[in-house]
């Protein structure tokens, strides 16, 4: 399994902006998926963003379409979710996760096989 480790989080006001980073210990993700997942204290972890493993396709859900980003460095080391114009509820621990080697990109988290510990993100109103 790949293990991942985000980076990135924090406390920020409402309005403001954070970039998250997702890498793979000791190697590449240029061969996955890589999603963007949330949880929020007593909800369910939710889908974000996913980027396929060619870079060619992004999707988001509707909650952060047109304010978060995700992309990939050009050595495809690293995967980035660039949030912007946040919201108090977009406060949440956020997961990188990645499924199987070429496979499509899919916003459904049990596609994914291997997620990193989270880092938290905070948004003061």
């Known amino acids: 399994q790949v293990q991942l480790v985000e980076s990135g989080g924090g406390l920020v006001q409402a309005g403001g902006s954070l970039r998250l980073s997702c890498a793979a210990s000791?190697?590449?993700?240029?061969?996955?998926?890589v999603g963007w997942f949330r949880q929020a204290p007593g909800k369910e972890r939710e889908f974000v963003s996913a980027v396929g493993w060619s870079a060619g396709r992004t999707i988001y859900s509707d909650s952060v379409k047109g304010r978060f980003t995700i992309s990939r460095n050009n050595a495809k080391t690293i995967v980035y979710l660039q949030m912007n114009s946040l919201k108090p509820e977009d406060t949440a621990i956020y997961y990188c996760a990645v499924g199987r080697p070429f496979a499509a990109v899919t916003p459904t988290p049990s596609d994914f096989e291997s997620w990193g510990q989270g880092t938290q993100v905070t948004v003061s109103s």
């Open positions: 000791g190697g590449s993700l240029s061969s996955y998926a």
